[in-house]
């Protein structure tokens, strides 16, 4: 059989421009990734040397598990952040895709992304596999190394700032504080009786094995950044 050659150089160079900007996309989104560990590990540090021997009764830790992702504790709640390993582009009728930014160049669309979720720290200690975190951000990292936060609100104003704001060791703590002040202020609120009047034997049993089958978990809400001024 004739070997038939392939060789069309649109398709070769298409791949290599597409290659290339998704592996510098990663590289960015990972370095972002490391910069909001960095945070955690120093905020951790300022606790141990600063308030830790006062107040033993708050818990401050880092745990790093899998790769890609790390959970922040403190006190009664868990910060877990996702990085990605693959890189998105925004849906064409987004917010962002109407952006001059973006409309100056298309490839700025093309992101990676970190998922911040607020969990109980109970959650994971006693493995309640029904409890639920809750979406407290995403941020977009493009290949210029720019950033927006995604909440559930307004994101027009945090989409503005898309071609201006540069992700860096100071974006890294201003989002690490917010996060936690967010959770902080983001309390635990009593069940509906009607969601716990009744509690069956096989629950119990089930509980007694693995975990508690009723689900607990903050009421549902959402501010972050869209409600406060704190990232620009």
């Not at 160079?13 to 989104?29: E, F, M, R, V």
């Not at 890189?87 to 930014?101: D, G, K, M, T």
């Not at 951000?137 to 994101?155: C, M, S, T, V, W």
Request: glycine share 4%.
């Amino acid at each position: 059989m004739e070997e038939i050659k392939y060789n069309n150089s649109d398709t070769y160079k298409k791949l290599i421009q597409k290659g290339n900007l998704k592996q510098n996309i990663y590289k960015n989104t990972l370095e972002a990734f490391e910069a909001l560990k960095k945070q955690a590990l120093l905020f951790k540090k300022n606790w141990d040397e600063h308030y830790a021997s006062k107040n033993n009764l708050i818990k401050v830790d880092i745990k790093v598990d899998i790769e890609h992702e790390f959970k922040l504790e403190f006190s009664t709640d868990v910060l877990l952040f996702m990085m990605h390993s693959n890189i998105f582009e925004f849906p064409r009728a987004h917010e962002v895709n109407r952006l001059p930014y973006v409309r100056e160049d298309i490839n700025r669309s093309y992101c990676g992304v970190i998922h911040i979720y607020n969990f109980l720290a109970d959650s994971f200690k006693y493995n309640r596999i029904n409890d639920s975190g809750y979406l407290v951000g995403r941020i977009f990292i493009n290949n210029d190394n720019h950033f927006l936060i995604e909440g559930k609100r307004e994101i027009g104003m945090i989409a503005n700032n898309f071609s201006k704001n540069n992700f860096d060791d100071t974006a890294a703590a201003n989002i690490l504080d917010a996060g936690i002040n967010y959770s902080i202020d983001f309390d635990l609120l009593t069940p509906s009786y009607e969601n716990v009047k009744e509690i069956s034997v096989l629950d119990i049993l089930q509980t007694e094995i693995q975990s508690t089958t009723i689900k607990t978990a903050k009421r549902m809400g959402f501010r972050f950044m869209a409600d406060d001024d704190i990232i620009r």
